[in-house]
């Protein structure tokens, strides 16, 4: 071949690949092809059809009133987006369905909560998300996957009490957890403070407190809420030390088990998750269990007692303590707990200051007692406490 023609064969391969197309990753967005209601005489339901199970959660929104609904890792097929379903009842004006991001669907009913109140959930196969919006001028009823106010959860409403409490030292054994710069291990920090509390919680309340471990070993974290349930507890508490790649970074926040879309919770929940031994394939049950979590509500309540006595407790003594708040996260230590379960992250190794004051005895018995004057705050609410 003469090298005219190779050249030419050259400048040939060379367009080719520069205009034929490159091969599409799949999209892994389920469409949602279909939205639709019907208004019963004692209640209207709302059906969204997807089809495959989807991460969902929902809320409320004042001023105007209405609900909403954010359905991940979907598309909206082209003739719904925008769309307004007009019902003009006493209760319920209109329902909005849109794709809110390029992977968020958003379904919006716009209601009077004056004059009623609503339940979100779903069926399997094919998968559904169902809103029943109900005429009444009666409380709401608590919502079973997402946290509602203060004073509507079923433990409340069936008077229960708190006898049994777990508390879950985070890590330990072959997994140190975070590592402060000084080398102070997050696994041997929440151990004392673990300890501690079991004292205070027995010495003061009279509970009986288990603790999942009382030692320096391993254990996987989806064990741990077997444990708890195994043990019939009442509470799980999860104890571990925050890091973050900024040192400047300080603070406190509590978890209990639920969806996030936050990118710090994230960060958060993949480094406390990465010792698991579960893998992708599990996804679907995982799922399924955050989705079907009963205890979101007084998870939220409890994580709140102690998010805001912990604080105060440390405040009383100590300088700057910043509250990061209340948060859900999927974090595999929660997952399967049939309690009210939450995840307390004391403080930041990564903090040079709070890394020294966590060396303090002194500083890890007043997060001790912060912890313990939550779960007492907590206790009292349901009527059940001393």
């Not at 091969?23 to 709302?46: A, C, G, K, V, W």
């Not at 609904?69 to 849109?98: C, M, S, T």
């Not at 985070?170 to 997994?175: L, N, R």
């Not at 300080?250 to 919770?265: A, H």
């Amino acid at each position: 071949m003469s090298k005219h023609k190779s050249c030419w064969l050259w400048i040939i391969l060379f367009f080719s690949l520069i205009f034929l197309p490159f091969p599409s990753h799949p999209d892994s967005r389920m469409e949602i092809h279909n939205l639709r209601y019907h208004t019963h005489p004692s209640y209207t339901r709302i059906v969204v059809d997807i089809g495959k199970l989807r991460e969902y959660v929902f809320s409320e929104l004042l001023s105007p009133d209405r609900i909403y609904v954010d359905i991940y890792q979907a598309k909206l097929n082209p003739i719904l987006h925008g769309k307004i379903f007009l019902v003009e009842n006493d209760y319920l004006k209109q329902i909005r369905i849109a794709q809110k991001t390029s992977s968020t669907v958003r379904v919006v009913a716009d209601l009077d909560f004056k004059k009623a109140y609503y339940r979100v959930w779903h069926l399997p196969d094919p998968f559904r998300i169902i809103i029943d919006i109900f005429p009444s001028k009666r409380p709401r009823l608590p919502q079973p996957a997402q946290p509602a106010k203060s004073g509507s959860s079923i433990i409340r409403q069936l008077g229960l009490g708190i006898q049994r409490v777990v508390i879950d030292p985070g890590h330990g054994g072959k997994d140190p957890g975070c590592v402060g710069k000084s080398g102070l291990r997050e696994k041997k920090i929440v151990l004392d403070v673990a300890t501690r509390l079991k004292k205070i919680l027995e010495s003061k309340e009279g509970l009986e407190v288990i603790m999942t471990r009382e030692s320096d070993i391993y254990l996987d974290p989806e064990s741990r809420t077997v444990i708890a349930n195994q043990k019939q507890a009442d509470l799980f508490i999860s104890i571990h030390a925050n890091a973050n790649r900024s040192r400047k970074l300080s603070g406190i926040e509590t978890f209990y088990l639920n969806f996030s879309q936050d990118p710090s919770v994230i960060e958060t929940a993949a480094r406390e998750n990465a010792t698991s031994t579960k893998n992708i394939s599990a996804m679907k049950d995982i799922i399924e269990r955050i989705v079907q979590n009963s205890k979101i509500v007084e998870s939220k309540e409890l994580a709140e007692s102690i998010q805001n006595s912990l604080v105060k407790s440390l405040s009383q003594k100590y300088s700057n303590v910043k509250s990061l708040g209340v948060k859900g996260g999927p974090f595999w230590v929660l997952i399967g707990g049939e309690m009210p379960s939450v995840l307390v992250e004391i403080s930041h190794l990564s903090n040079p200051t709070e890394e020294k004051r966590l060396k303090s005895p002194q500083y890890r018995q007043r997060v001790a007692q912060g912890i313990y004057e939550g779960i007492k705050e907590y206790v009292n609410s349901l009527g059940k406490g001393k």
